[in-house]
Nanobody, 123 residues
Framework: VQLQASGGGLVQAGGSLRLSCAAS????????MGWFRQAPGNERDFVAA????????YYGDSVKGRFTISRDNAKNTVYLQMNSLKSEDTAVYSC?????????????????WGQGTLVTVSS
């Protein structure tokens, strides 16, 4: 499985960005997807996850109500719509594939990772 994240950039606080993660290598609808982020000097944190059909989603507490994860299985792509961005959202955002069983929020539950895309929120 190969993952390609895009859509990062510089945005002012209060603004919005939409990240995309395109997958290849296996039937996209077979697996669940997650977004994580890592700010400088911090550990990688869970942001959001979505099941294979898109009918179930999970969010980290710090992004609930502001971020929305979705997927388009016909396009082999998962999205992260980020609204009301704050300076503390500044991080490298990475997408990942979850095939094995395990907690949605746990790094070790994910099997494949893409390269990250940098999001910088200016205050």
């Amino acid at each position: 499985v190969q993952l390609q994240a895009s859509g990062g950039g510089l945005v002012q606080a209060g603004g919005s960005l939409r990240l995309s993660c395109a997958a290849s290598g296996r039937a996209f609808s077979d697996y669940e997807m997650g977004w994580f982020r890592q700010a400088p000097g911090n550990e990688r944190d869970f942001v959001a996850a979505i099941n294979w059909s898109g009918g179930t989603t999970y969010y980290g507490d710090s992004v609930k109500g502001r971020f929305t994860i979705s997927r388009d299985n016909a396009k082999n792509t998962v999205y992260l719509q980020m609204n009301s961005l704050k300076s503390e959202d500044t991080a490298v955002y990475s997408c990942a594939v979850k095939i094995r069983a395990g907690r949605w929020q746990a790094l070790e539950s994910y099997d494949y990772w893409g390269q990250g895309t940098l999001v910088t929120v200016s205050s």
